[in-house]
T-cell receptor
Framework: SQQGEEDPQALSIQEGENATMNCSYK?????LQWYRQNSGRGLVHLIL?????REKHSGRLRVTLDTSKKSSSLLITASRAADTASYFC????????????FGKGITLSVRP | DSGVTQTPKHLITATGQRVTLRCSPR?????VYWYQQSLDQGLQFLIQ???????AKGNILERFSAQQFPDLHSELNLSSLELGDSALYFC?????????????FGQGTRLTVV
């Protein structure tokens, strides 16, 4: 079963705009990770935020985590056509057996 | 390039057949994970190995099996294939446990069962 659920399922924006994607999860987590997948290719790790962190930045990416609401958001600023891809949140549940469970993903289209 | 190598890239086979997918993890990574990605089910965790031992099991069918060899490469065996097994199969690796660090994904094997 899916642990993380992303929202919206699809997002279409103009180049230069910001893109915000959300992820909600159900159980306590060790950390939450965001991945990107270009069509038909492997997933690429973007950023990891631990359960005791609230915000993290990496280049044009900003991730927030609210453990009380069991939710996270990924913000891509000043989007580019090359950001067009599917984005997945993945959660690692608290505990020793921390396998990554992925949501169904968000399809982001950035129009040039 | 993630450093994770999967072969073959594409595989077309008939129902009832058996196939083997191969994965070479990044150098130094001890954990290997297998995922199945289909349009309707999304990315489903199948199984994890750590240093040759099974560590976690997900939604893996009994017709599927996997192993990790002493050189840390892994194989996923799919038998008695059905049309519904058509999917992208990804292997990922991480240093220890992807729950604590990032996982590196291969480019996947696209399996088509006809």
């Amino acid at each position: 079963s899916q642990q993380g659920e992303e929202d919206p399922q699809a997002l279409s924006i103009q180049e230069g705009e910001n893109a915000t994607m959300n992820c909600s999860y159900k159980t306590s987590i060790n950390n939450l990770q965001w991945y990107r997948q270009n069509s038909g290719r492997g997933l690429v790790h973007l950023i990891l935020i631990r359960s005791n962190e609230r915000e993290k930045h990496s280049g044009r990416l900003r991730v927030t985590l609210d453990t009380s609401k069991k939710s996270s958001s990924l913000l891509i600023t000043a989007s580019r056509a090359a950001d067009t891809a599917s984005y997945f949140c993945a959660t690692a549940p608290a505990g020793a057996n921390s396998k990554l469970t992925f949501g169904k993903g968000i399809t982001l289209s950035v129009r040039p | 390039d993630s450093g994770v190598t999967q072969t073959p890239k594409h595989l077309i086979t008939a129902t009832g057949q058996r196939v083997t997918l191969r994965c070479s993890p990044r150098s130094g990574d001890l954990s290997v994970y297998w995922y199945q990605q289909s349009l309707d089910q999304g990315l489903q965790f199948l199984i994890q190995y750590y240093n040759g031992e099974e560590r976690a099991k997900g939604n893996i069918l009994e017709r599927f099996s996997a192993q990790q060899f002493p050189d840390l490469h892994s194989e996923l065996n799919l038998s008695s294939l059905e049309l519904g097994d058509s999917a992208l199969y990804f292997c990922a690796s991480s240093v220890v446990n992807a729950g604590n660090t990032e996982a590196f994904f291969g480019q996947g094997t696209r399996l088509t069962v006809v």
